[in-house]
């Protein structure tokens, strides 16, 4: 019980660690929180910073939720809950005491576990989330798209904690794409320039 408690505890102290702010500071000379939309992620990093710098944050927080897995794996085994510990991996990015709780929307961190668990269906959902950025230029929309078809899958085929963990978590993306949502609806969400111009 100890370990796990420990465990739980290292998870959401890692997911705590603000990347975005730290790169930002130390980088730039730049608090991104003040700037775009705020948020301590890859999408906001990236168009305050920059793309190679929003690449670096995008990795460090998926390293976040992958090594939370991979370290509980190291001290427990293959035990049938560590989900558990990539779940407070999320929750630490979300609402980071590092940086008074005020983080990301935890895609990136999530994506990790996705990987770790579901290989297969993360690469599909790589691809559909690139689709609908050259199509639709929005990230937000994306996020909730990839978040809604692996809850959907994990409802239909997953197994055990696994099922419940990560239906949760991606129900909890989505909710943090509210704001994005009603942007969505407004028709004034920032639009990737990877967007595909079909009027050319």
Same mark, same amino acid.
């Given at each position: ?14 997911? +705590?660690?603000? =990347? ?16 775009? +939309?705020?948020?301590?992620? $890859? $999408? ?14 995008? =990795? ?20 049938? %809950?560590?989900? /558990? ?11 980071? /005491? =590092? ?38 230029? %929005? ?11 692996? +809850? ?9 904690? %696994? ?38």
């Amino acid at each position: 019980m100890i370990n796990i408690i420990s465990l739980i505890i290292f998870s959401y102290l890692l997911g +705590s660690i603000p =990347f975005a702010l730290i790169i930002g500071k130390i980088f730039f000379r730049t608090d991104i929180r003040n700037l775009g +939309s705020g948020n301590l992620g $890859t $999408t906001n990093t990236m168009r305050i910073l920059g793309r190679k710098a929003g690449l670096v944050v995008f =990795f460090l927080d998926f390293a976040k939720g992958y090594l939370s897995l991979k370290f509980a794996s190291f001290i427990l085994g293959d035990v049938d %809950y560590i989900i /558990i510990f990539g779940a407070f991996a999320m929750i630490g990015h979300m609402f980071p /005491i =590092f940086a008074n709780f005020r983080g990301g929307k935890s895609v990136a961190t999530g994506s990790s576990l996705f990987v770790y668990f579901y290989p297969y269906l993360a690469l599909i959902l790589i691809v559909v989330f690139f689709v609908n950025l050259l199509l639709t230029g %929005y990230v937000s929309l994306g996020s909730i798209i990839i978040s809604a078809i692996g +809850s959907a899958y994990i409802t239909l085929y997953g197994e055990g904690m %696994y099922r419940f963990i990560l239906v949760a978590m991606c129900v909890l993306v989505i909710y943090m794409h509210r704001s994005n949502i009603k942007r969505i609806l407004n028709g004034t969400e920032n639009v990737s320039k990877l967007k595909i111009n079909f009027r050319r």
